[in-house]
């Protein structure tokens, strides 16, 4: 009865996300760059969903998909920074429970459907480059509109097992969590019970989500690399390389941090450490995935010149 009635306060009383309150000197200068880096983040992801939309050349699969990554990216993002930039500014740093449970399932839901986006889109870049012949045949609407879904459907899945799981953890009154988000690991320390089927439940989830997904993105990007050296022209070749290294860059940054976090003995990880790295894939790679996919991209330039220059009435020469 002690354990639910703790559980069943804490519960009501909602969690105190410490953050970074031990660097206080600190705080107000990651306020402003996480501020400039949510608004780059908005920005950049808004432009390619309205230009891949807009423009009838981009209406092909590889801008489907980065459409879906922009949307993802931003809502992520706005389901984690409004919350961490608050607790930077203010001195209380309180979350309701509520507020906490919806955090919980919206960003581990989409962080889920984000791992496994990745992967199908490493699928259609292979099939572009070594299939470039019956890259319209393979990749279809109906074949893309279905690897979205299983995309975002696995994510809700894996939510909704993993985050329902936590919750249901008691907290025996512990109220604080030694992070600035509610985020699955972090909240299974706070339990006053044995944590073994939960530590192997995430273990089991992060090995399908995490270790997979990366694992057939390296794989994918080794045969595109076996084509592209067979390329006669080096002009060619840099091009490919280019493109090839920019994208394996934000994978190895999303996936590396990630795994650091969920794949980490839970006693060998650092805390401040831990918190320092989750802003990489919370703040960092939704602002650099739509300069990474477009900055090379001369089609993706060239739409954005002629809807703007369609906005602002004038012509392009």
């Not at 996300?17 to 200068?29: A, I, N, R, T």
């Not at 509109?145 to 899945?157: D, E, K, R, Y």
């Not at 894939?281 to 477009?294: R, S």
């Amino acid at each position: 009865m002690g354990m639910v009635r703790n559980t069943s306060e804490s519960n009501l009383a909602g969690f105190i996300l410490l953050g970074f309150s031990d660097y206080p000197q600190l705080q107000k200068v990651l306020f402003v760059l996480i501020s400039i880096l949510y608004l780059l983040t908005i920005l950049g992801n808004t432009t390619i969903i309205l230009v891949s939309r807009l423009e009838p050349k981009l209406h092909m699969p590889m801008y489907f998909f980065l459409s879906h990554l922009s949307f993802l990216d931003l809502c992520f993002t706005s389901s984690v920074i409004p919350q961490l930039l608050v607790n930077l500014w203010e001195p209380m740093k309180t979350i309701t429970y509520g507020g906490c449970a919806v955090q919980l399932y919206v960003s581990h839901a989409l962080g889920s459907t984000e791992c496994v986006l990745l992967a199908v889109m490493s699928y259609d870049r292979y099939v572009a480059v070594c299939r470039p012949l019956r890259y319209t045949v393979l990749m279809h609407p109906c074949l893309c509109m279905a690897l979205a879904s299983v995309a975002w459907l696995s994510g809700i899945a894996t939510t909704l097992v993993q985050s329902t799981l936590t919750l249901q953890l008691p907290f025996c009154g512990h109220r604080q969590v030694d992070h600035f988000i509610c985020e699955v690991p972090v909240l299974i320390k706070l339990a006053c019970v044995d944590t073994t089927f939960n530590q192997a439940e995430l273990f089991v989830a992060s090995i399908l989500f995490l270790i997979v997904p990366v694992s057939f993105i390296l794989v994918s990007y080794g045969f595109i690399a076996h084509a592209v050296l067979r390329i006669k022209s080096a002009t060619g070749r840099q091009k490919a390389f280019g493109t090839c290294s920019s994208h394996l860059t934000v994978v190895v940054i999303f996936y590396g941090t990630i795994i650091f976090m969920y794949l980490q003995p839970a006693k060998s990880t650092s805390r401040d450490q831990g918190k320092f790295v989750s802003l990489f894939y919370t703040v960092v790679t939704p602002m650099l995935n739509p300069l990474i996919y477009t900055l090379r991209n001369k089609e993706v330039k060239g739409a954005l010149k002629k809807v703007l220059a369609k906005a602002l009435g004038v012509s392009i020469l």
